[in-house]
């Protein structure tokens, strides 16, 4: 008897921890990609983001 109780407490934890874990991936997955991760920089020629590039702007205090 206590062996069959365990079982049942045990598979109610189980099916517990699988409902919830498939929700959270239903949720993550159904909810899309909300960043825009197809946005392409036009400027970005070599891949590796905003980490090499010359300002535009020039700064104020330059001496002549």
């Known amino acids: 008897m ?3 109780q365990m ?7 189980f099916f517990l921890y699988l409902f ?3 929700n ?3 949720r993550d997955f159904g909810s ?4 825009d991760s197809n946005f392409v920089d ?3 020629f070599d891949g590796i983001g905003n980490q090499g590039r ?5 700064t104020k205090n330059r001496a002549i």
Not at 32 to 35: A, D, L, M
Not at 54 to 58: A, D, G, L, R, V
């Open 54 to 58: 010359i300002p535009n702007k020039k």
């Open 42 to 44: 036009s400027n970005d």
């Open 24 to 26: 959270i991936l239903m």
């Open 7 to 13: 079982f049942l407490f045990g598979s109610i934890i």
């Open 20 to 22: 919830f874990f498939i």
């Open 2 to 4: 206590e062996n069959q």
């Open 32 to 35: 899309g990609n909300k960043n």
